[in-house]
């Protein structure tokens, strides 16, 4: 069974957070082109009849590709592969690219979750994020009314000049809509981002902090799980396709500028548009070391809130690895603590993830 990534990097406008693969095009034809180069990518690289367990379309911005273009990708995808066990498909929007008709359309042609980057509800942060935002209420309701499967929200925090007032206005808003799934990020001044030389407006980190300690221990109280370091959801609703991941499963990326992880074997495409679009995917293939391969894996498994079984440590790491590990993970009991033979994140943990890595990644 293969988890899928779709990588379709068009979008409207550049928002001053992003790094990422994107680019600022509403050319159809373009579109076109990229769509025709993914379909053989596909044929070059999945065999015909593959059981397909979930297919996830992330950006740049999916949804601005037409509903004729998304029928088309996906009646080919349909012809050539299993999807009887298919548990999610999933696509990332734009509330601005989101119509009745192509909401309806997502249903028709089979799409189960759709996960809307709003970000903020706050007009005031809008310019910063360089977001317009006028179409997230509408975009929400022609949601609420037209669309059966699950829906996530990503949020961010930390904005310049954010009060708590804010934040709390923020998650009220949030939560008065009753959808199944949320992720919360803080804001990050990443390189190469257009707010990377803006450090000066970033908030202090105890601020930070003290958003996130409010922000989440308000959702935990209103019954929704923490499943992940930022990921909450209600009724189960967890993104399949992201926790697959964080499982350490395999993963098969398609598009420009994705990657594919099937056991060490690592496939980076091209992030070149025109190389793409000539069926130049691949940029490189390399097989992970065993020391690249562990600290991926754990970094990947200490972000669920559920915890890491000494078992499956056990299974990854050589038994001297395992012991340094342990020696390690015993320096912070207030970030892991060790429960039933499994190691959990404390909610101190939780908050200095990045910190926990540092420690007892070997
Ligand atoms: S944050 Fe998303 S929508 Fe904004 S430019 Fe980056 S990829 Fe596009």
Not at 76 to 101: A, N, Q, R
Not at 211 to 227: C, D, E, V
């Amino acid at each position: 069974m293969q988890n899928i990534y779709v990588h379709i990097p068009f979008c409207q406008k550049l928002c001053s957070y992003c790094t990422f693969s994107k680019i600022i095009s509403s050319d159809e034809k373009i579109y076109k082109k990229y769509i025709e180069a993914l379909k053989k990518e596909f044929t070059l690289r999945l065999q015909d009849g593959a059981k397909i367990k979930t297919l996830y379309f992330g950006g740049g911005t999916p949804s601005i590709l037409s509903l004729e273009i998304m029928k088309d990708l996906f009646s080919f995808l349909y012809k050539k592969y299993d999807f009887s066990g298919c548990v999610e498909i999933c696509i990332e929007c734009h509330p601005s690219t989101l119509s009745e008709e192509k909401v309806k359309g997502y249903q028709e042609i089979g799409i189960t979750r759709l996960s809307i980057g709003v970000q903020t509800f706050l007009k005031k942060f809008e310019t910063f994020l360089s977001r317009p935002g006028d179409d997230i209420f509408r975009a929400l309701e022609v949601v609420k009314k037209h669309f059966h499967g699950d829906v996530s929200l990503d949020m961010i925090f930390g904005y310049p000049n954010q009060t708590e007032k804010d934040a709390q206005e923020d998650l009220e808003k949030l939560l008065s809509y009753d959808f199944s799934h949320v992720s919360y990020y803080a804001l990050d001044y990443k390189k190469n981002s257009l707010i990377e030389k803006q450090e000066a407006s970033r908030l202090p980190f105890e601020k930070v902090q003290r958003f996130y300690n409010n922000i989440f221990s308000a959702m935990k109280n209103q019954g929704w799980n923490q499943y992940e370091i930022y990921n909450f959801s209600k009724q189960n609703k967890k993104s399949l396709h992201n926790l697959a991941f964080w499982k350490g499963e395999d993963y098969m990326g398609f598009g420009l500028s994705s990657v594919s992880c099937v056991g060490r074997e690592v496939c980076e495409n091209t992030k070149n548009i025109m190389h793409y679009i000539e069926g130049k995917y691949s940029d490189d293939i390399y097989t992970m070391n065993n020391a690249d391969y562990t600290e991926l894996m754990i970094q990947r498994f200490f972000r669920l809130r559920e915890g890491v079984s000494m078992a499956v440590l056990k299974d990854l790491l050589s038994e001297n690895n395992f012991m340094q590990l342990y020696e390690n993970i015993k320096t912070i009991p207030s970030w892991v603590e060790e429960k039933d033979n499994t190691f959990v994140l404390t909610e101190e943990g939780v908050m200095n993830y990045d910190e926990v890595m540092g420690v007892i990644v070997l």
